[in-house]
């Protein structure tokens, strides 16, 4: 039985202080939802949010890192500073580093090696743009993100990784694939995991759906077979937006 899992990537959103506020509304709505939950603050922001959600229910990762361990690497975060910070995960391959900051397939995964390595839960991205889409390629798209992104994994490595679909084209725009298409597309995930692994990864693996979710629309979502939580943006800054989707089953 896979437990369901809501994460809030904050994106490039929150000073330090606002964090604070979110997290303590958070905090106490959702100490007793049954959802694994997770927030994804932007590094400036995770020491203080990470001392509102110490000992509670809340994870805390962060939203990208270097493929490098340390060294002449300006701008970058190091997986030790995530560590050394106390953090449980990191998103990697999120469409945003992919179009804007050009991260390819192969960049991250050395990401995903090195976070592994670190014992950090990697919550790996993918998805295809609009044109990919209408083109027909959708399966193709995701396909070579998945393996290239899990390039060199074990089994027992698939233990600590989460896939998030997330269709470029929905993110942000208000535009939802509908549960059925999404759910096709999260089976085929599944099937894939299977191809690469074996059954019993496919079926343990925690596969979340992202891109315009929002209160109106996660319980539709999350009841299908294949959609087992959600990787949300917008609707993650506001408390009166987020907690009635970490609470959706409730
Ligand atoms: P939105 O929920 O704003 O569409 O963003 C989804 C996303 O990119 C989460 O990583």
Not at 38 to 48: D, E, G, Q, R
Not at 121 to 133: N, P, Q
Not at 215 to 235: S, Y
Request: glycine content about 10%; proline content about 3%.
């Amino acid at each position: 039985m896979r437990r369901s899992y809501i994460a809030g990537n904050w994106k490039m959103n929150m000073t330090a202080s606002e964090g604070v506020v979110l997290a303590k509304e958070l905090v106490a709505a959702a100490a007793g939802c049954t959802a694994k939950v997770l927030i994804a603050p932007p590094f400036t922001t995770i020491p203080a949010v990470r001392e509102v959600v110490k000992g509670t229910n809340i994870r805390i990762g962060a939203q990208n890192m270097s493929d490098s361990e340390s060294g002449a690497h300006t701008g970058e975060i190091s997986v030790l500073m995530l560590k050394d910070l106390g953090l449980d995960a990191v998103i990697l391959g999120h469409s945003e580093r992919r179009m804007i900051y050009g991260e390819k397939d192969a960049f991250i995964n050395r990401k995903v090696k090195l976070a592994l390595a670190h014992d950090l839960e990697v919550i790996l991205c993918v998805g295809e743009t609009l044109e990919e889409r209408e083109a027909g390629t959708v399966e193709e798209v995701v396909k070579t993100q998945l393996v290239g992104g899990l390039e060199g994994l074990s089994k027992e490595d698939m233990k600590q990784v989460v896939i998030a679909y997330e269709p470029v084209w929905a993110i942000g725009t208000g535009k939802t694939a509908t549960p059925e298409d999404a759910d096709n597309v999260h089976a085929y995930i599944r099937a894939e995991i299977e191809k690469l692994f074996d059954k019993e990864a496919a079926d343990d693996v925690i596969i979340q759906y992202g891109g315009s979710v929002k209160p109106g629309n996660v319980k539709e979502l999350m009841a299908k077979e294949n959609i087992d939580g959600a990787l949300v943006g917008g609707a993650s800054l506001k408390s009166e937006l987020f907690i009635p989707i970490v609470t959706y089953d409730l």
